[in-house]
């Protein structure tokens, strides 16, 4: 694929068809030990559920200097939809790059463990990750994971790039930069679009009280709205222990006149809530936010009950982006599956970390403190154009600065909304 940091474009449409018929041609030759599926192995040590000693297509003699990236996410339970499309982001991007001719010439050693979106197995996935001689990380995937593990970067002070977590204080710490927008501007973007396009005047909310990406975003979304002459008739909230029948929340909002619902939530609780609003002959304007990619993959979901559902993102694979189908195309021969906006959150992570490991001259024999003083200036100097935005920028307090955009469920596809 084509990116441009510094506002210089890094390939040509030659130099990408090249690329890619690299990656493949290694690949193909080093199929015994690709990384391979949902928690698939490598030729390197094996652990359930981890892609283990991994470098992502290439062979290296046991003394090469490799830099040496790791990443974690859920690639089991609920949430494994998230972890496997930031494992295959990343993934792909690190084959890409290797195929290239690496880091500043040096290749990467790719490593990624499975959190299973649990606050305290993601401590374990970071100690294993170390103890395999990770200098990077490029993760976690989900909020309390996230949060836990920027603990330990912290005190290690230890690069991390995350790819996906809006939580608002995941950035707390200085060495801790995010790809996507946190909840807090996804709250403000949504209710700021809803009022711009004048989708609705009476507006309701449904959010997890007991997430964090659910509350931070809705938190926002409410200031907004009010700031933007949006009327709030009614909010209605659930837990992690009340998530399977919200029939009663449906039944307030329908009473209260919302002819729009803002749903700041994961796809799985969406997926109900749509099937019990038909039910309920309940049909307002249902609108997500970035946890809502993925509704689509959902085994044997009746996606008819998620038509016209609008969400906004920071990645949309729109026919007339080269890039965004090349990316698309590529992912979906290579892993059998679309890929999210988090797979695409992982893929430009990955790409970023080369835009300023390279922007601040990092070779893999400095030790990780060293990097992570020098990544942590080089973050605030490069310009990034990639899948999920044109000319981003990172500020000191580790944000991103992009735009995002609007897609709508068309006959069981995402389109975007121009």
């Known amino acids: 694929m084509k990116h441009s940091m510094n506002g210089m474009a890094t390939g040509n449409g030659q130099k990408n068809a090249a690329k890619k018929a690299a990656v493949y041609t290694m690949l193909a030759a080093a199929a015994a030990m690709a990384v391979t599926g949902c928690g698939g192995s490598s030729a390197g040590s094996e652990t359930s559920g981890t892609t283990a000693g991994t470098t992502a297509g290439t062979e290296a003699s046991s003394d090469e200097l490799m830099f040496v990236l790791g990443g974690t996410g859920p690639l089991t339970g609920a949430t494994a939809n998230y972890g496997n499309a930031v494992k295959y982001g990343e993934q792909l991007a690190v084959e890409e790059i290797n195929a290239a001719g690496g880091i500043n010439g040096y290749q990467i050693k790719w490593l990624f463990e499975d959190d299973e979106n649990d606050a305290e197995k ?69 209710a700021a679009y809803i009022a711009d396009h004048q989708m609705a005047q009476k507006v309701g909310v449904i959010y997890d009280s007991s997430d964090t990406y659910s509350a931070d975003i809705y938190t926002h979304f409410a200031k907004q709205a009010e700031a933007s002459g949006l009327e709030v008739v009614d909010v209605e909230a659930y837990t992690n222990e009340s998530k399977t029948d919200f029939k009663a929340q449906l039944t307030k909002l329908k009473d209260a006149g919302a002819e729009l619902v803002f749903m700041p939530i994961y796809y799985t609780e969406a997926s109900l809530i749509l099937q019990q609003a038909k039910e309920l002959n309940y049909a307002p304007q249902f609108f997500g936010g970035s946890g809502m990619d993925g509704i689509l993959d959902i085994p044997n979901f009746d996606k008819s009950v998620a038509e016209d559902l609008i969400l906004i993102t920071s990645f949309a694979a729109d026919p007339e982006d080269a890039e965004a189908m090349e990316f698309v195309n590529t992912y979906k021969e290579k892993f059998d599956v679309a890929p999210l906006q988090f797979s695409a959150d992982a893929y430009d992570s990955v790409y970023v970390v080369k835009a300023a490991a390279e922007k601040a001259g990092l070779t893999p024999d400095m030790d990780p403190q060293e990097m992570c003083d020098k990544l942590m200036q080089a973050m605030t100097e490069i310009t990034y154009s990639g899948l999920t935005g044109k000319d981003v920028t990172f500020t000191a307090d580790g944000e991103s600065h992009k735009d995002l955009t609007a897609v709508v469920i068309k006959d069981g596809e995402y389109n975007i909304m121009k």
């Open 122 to 190: 993601v401590v374990n996935a970071y100690n294993a990750l170390s103890d395999q001689g990770m200098q990077i990380l490029v993760g976690a995937t989900t909020a309390g994971p996230t949060l836990a593990i920027t603990a330990n970067t912290e005190d290690d002070h230890v690069f991390q790039m995350v790819p996906s977590s809006t939580a608002a204080d995941v950035t707390k710490p200085e060495n801790v930069f995010r790809m996507t927008l946190s909840g807090p501007v996804q709250g403000e973007k949504a």
